[in-house]
Structures are given as C-alpha cells and as structure tokens.
C-alpha cells in the first residue's frame, strides 16, 4: 500500500512562547506564522488570535485585527486587553463612536484599565465630546499616576474645555524623556485652507495626543478669508501663532512664510486634515530616528494601512518602483522600529512629503536656501508643486522613514480637489509613459 506520513504535531505551548518572544521584539514576520501555526492546531485558542490581531493592528490593518480580535473575543467576551484593541483597530478606521462602545466594555470588565481609559479619552476627545474625555483621562491617571500621556491629554481636554490654568498645569507637568531627545526643541507648522472643522479636528487630536513639548504652534491660513481667520482667533486665541495671508501664497510659499519664523531644533509639519491616535510619543521616536541617522531627513507617521486609503493596494504590496516601504523593521538603539522608504516610490518620489512628519530645520535651509517655492512653477498647485520640491531633494540625496508605531490617519479625502498619478523622472504621470504602463487609477489626496 502507499506511504503515507501523518501530519507532524506542533507543540503549541512552545510555538507560542517563540511567537510571542519574536513579538516582543518586534520581530512581526517571525511571530505572524507560528500564531498561525497555533491557530491551525487549536483554531479557537484565544492568544493566538488576539495576538495575530495585534500584528494587524501594529501594520495599520485594521479591518484584519478587527476579524481576528473579534474571534478571539468569542472564546473570552470579558478580555479587557482584547477589548480595547479592538477600539484601537475601530479608531484606526475613523469609527470613533463604535470604538467609544467599545472601550466601554473593556472598562465595564476592567475599570482600572488605564490604557483602555486613555484611548476613550482620546476617541472621545477627537469627537468633541470633552468633559466625558476629561473624566476618562481622570480615570486612566488614577490607575496609572505616572501615565505621563494621559496627564498631558488631560491639559489639551482642560484647554479645549476654556480651562487655561488647568491645562497649563497639565502640559508643563513633568515627563520621562530618552536622555538623547530631551534638549531638542520643536515647532509644530500647520498649513490649513478653509476647512474650518478638519483644522480643528487636526489640532485637538494632535494635542490630545502628543506628549513631547512644544515652543510654537504655528497655523498658516491660505483662504484670504476674514471669517475663517476669526474662526481660528477664536477657537485658539493665543494658543497658537496664527498667520493669515491677505493674498493667497499657495501651498510652498505659505510653507517658506511661516518656515522663515522657526528657529528650533525640527520642524513638525502637518497638514489641516489628520486625526492623531496612537503613539504618543511620536515626536520623541521620530528624533530618536534623526538624530542617529543623518542619511534620513523627515519621518512619516501615518498609519500603513491608510495609504491603502489614499493610494491603493500597489503603496503597500506594489512592483518595485510603486510599493512605498521597504520590508526590512529598522530599530534604532532605543528601541524605536522604523521602515525606511523606498527609494524610488510611487513613480519618481524620494520620500519628501508635506504630510505629517518631522523634519530637521537645518536640512530645509541646506537643501531648499531658497524656499520650497523657488522649485514650484507658477501656476502649479497642490501635489504639483510638491512633485517639484520632491525632484530637487530627490537630487540631493532626500531619504524619508516610517515610525512602525504609528500616530494618524488622513481624513480629508473626500475634501480634496486634486487628482493625481505617479510620475516618471520627467514629471510625466505614469500611465502617460510609454515604458511604464497604467499602474492605478487617479485618486484622490496627496501622493505621500
């Protein structure tokens, strides 16, 4: 009769005890199979599932961690971890209300969850909803007194709320800082155009979330409409250093005003149509990544899987020339995971972007002595111009990374006017070029 071999067990407890050693380590690719392993053996273990979910999460795949933590919520519906990863996954696709929900039930089976608290507070923050935010950040600071990000998105809910005294107390309040980003300053550069209610969503979540501190919020609106210059004043009044253009500059030269006023260390810049969530301590890791590798210029912190979003399937699992990031998890000494970006992707782009991202003062003079709008022809608007600025640092060497924990998403697509394509080296949209053929279809947003 024919040989025939039985399939070979696997040892779960062990199999699992590695995954979980490689997760820890952020070794995603190595923990990912033996999670499935473990699934294909016991298919309702809950660790696995939950875990695999997590690996998801962690890649900006929402709508997989929803599926897999979902599963592993049906073996034990009172986890309170599983729980409020779900809400993350759920803030992760902007259902901010459904992950409200559920963190709810996380808190319901684990009331001194500090985490679970301190994400509902920033969900419910990025909702308007700020004196239930400011009693869930309450919550999450008396489980965990020394959670310094809960603390300080107290300060922003306090400011939100009219609440100046307090929120100054907040935002001052003391934070453990790697010894390596301490003495750096940074300002924060909004561009902002006319949408009143993203610019607000934009900076409210970035306050609420962000813990590193800040010399100058800087908010350049290129509208040349009063009313939304007063709508501005009003909301933020000296909070932030408003700068209104009388005429409007476009996108570059307003970027090059506002630039022309920053003296610190980095530049944070960020665009009128983000919602932060996530890690926060995205300033602090992306200068950990700047400070010890000086080939890198700016670090990207969208979420991965919102560029599917954006860009389509082809950013992520694309033909060399198209898919953004390289595969390899980076980690600087301090423990910080970064990709890097390809170099080229999307066409002919090198990494720089005017989304959000931090980038060093000193390279934008070096590289750009005469400003961004030097390189941007007249008459190009938007991704155009910014295509342009792309080319020249693209010459001179420009290199971007990605920050593997990321800190927002876009939520301004369907607000944008633009159109656009990957270009070649001539600028040329790729499904113009002879060589290169109909990659994707125009979409929507910014190309980074």
Sequence with gaps: MPFSREPQAIDVPRALEEAVHFHQQGKLDEAEPLYRAVLKAIPGHFDAHHLLGVIMLQRGRHEEAISLISEALRTQPASTAALSNAGLALQGLNR???????????????????????????????????????????????????????????????????????????YTAPVAFRPETQHKTVTVCVTSFDRFALLKQTIDSFMSLNTYPIE???????????????????EYGDRIDLMFNEVNLGQPH??????????????????????????????QDSICILEERSDV????LRHVENYLVSHGSEALYGE?????????????????????????????????????????????????????????????????????????????????????????????????????????????????????????????????
């Design 96 to 170: 901010l209300a459904e992950a409200v929900a559920v963190y709810d039930k996380a808190i319901a089976f684990g009331p001194r969850s500090a985490d679970a608290l301190f994400n509902r507070g920033l969900a419910l923050h990025a909702l308007g909803r700020y004196a239930e935010a400011l009693a869930s950040f309450d919550r999450a600071i008396a489980a965990k007194p020394e959670f310094a990000a809960a603390v300080r998105s107290r300060g922003a809910t306090l400011d939100a709320l009219r609440r100046r005294e307090g929120a100054v107390a907040n």
């Design 320 to 448: 060399d020339g198209t898919r953004f990031f390289e595969d390899d998890v980076l980690f600087t000494s301090t423990g910080v995971p970064y990709r890097m970006l390809r170099l080229p992707h999307w066409g002919a782009w090198c990494g720089f972007s005017w989304n959000p991202g931090l980038r060093r003062t000193a390279d934008y003079h070096r590289l750009f002595p005469d400003g961004y709008g030097a390189h941007a022809r007249p008459g190009t608007i938007g991704y155009e111009a910014e295509f342009l600025c792309n080319a020249h640092a693209r010459e001179n060497g420009y290199r971007a990374a990605l920050l593997v924990n990321g800190a927002c998403i876009n939520v301004g697509h369907e607000a944008s006017t633009f159109t656009y394509a990957p270009r070649d080296d001539r600028g040329i949209t790729i499904e113009q070029a002879p060589e290169a053929g109909a990659l994707s279809p125009n979409r929507r947003d910014d190309p980074d």
């Design 216 to 234: 100058r919020l800087v908010v350049i609106e290129d509208s040349t409409k009063p009313e939304m210059r007063d709508s501005i004043a009003r």
């Design 254 to 283: 307003s970027i090059d005003k506002a630039y022309r006023t920053i003296t610190t260390d980095y530049i944070f810049h960020a665009e009128d149509d983000y919602l932060y969530f996530g890690n926060p301590n995205f300033i």
């Design 297 to 300: 210029h700016q670090v990207w």
